[in-house]
């Protein structure tokens, strides 16, 4: 695959079409279950809370692989994201409820690099807080 969308056709500050995605407690058993991380705090309640967090929260990887999507979903081929790091500032607190909870990404081109590169900065936030910190991905466009 190769990406759907021109160098020739962003500018620094160009906007990708921002996304929210839902979490609730199902979903983060379903991510346990692929991944293997059955660490307590992504289901328990009650060890979360005797540890300190405020309730169950969402896995990391979880929160950072949700946040790509709006690159990819841009682009139409994830093959294009060269490189991708965050930093993890607040997790994504997820209530035993029918609604869960919500992460909100919106992003935009940072800087247009060299061989049809651009870096695109994230912003992931949950419950007005923003949960992902230095959210940044190198992509390949066409």
Known sequence: ???KISYD???????LPAQSFGVTR???VRYAGASGDF???????RFA???????????GMF?????????????G??????EYGVRFTKPVVVPNDDEGATIEVSAKIGAKLDDNTVRVDLTA???????LGMSRAVVRLA
């Open 49 to 59: 809370k005797e540890v300190g967090l405020p309730d169950v929260i969402a896995h």
């Open 77 to 82: 081929d994830p093959g294009s994201v060269l």
């Open 9 to 15: 056709d962003v500018e620094v500050g160009t906007e």
């Open 26 to 28: 199902a979903t983060l």
């Open 125 to 131: 936030m949950s419950g007005g807080q923003k949960v």
């Open 39 to 45: 660490n307590p705090i992504h289901w328990n309640e």
């Open 1 to 3: 695959m190769t990406a």
């Open 63 to 75: 929160t950072m692989a949700e946040a790509i999507r709006v690159v990819t979903d841009w682009t």
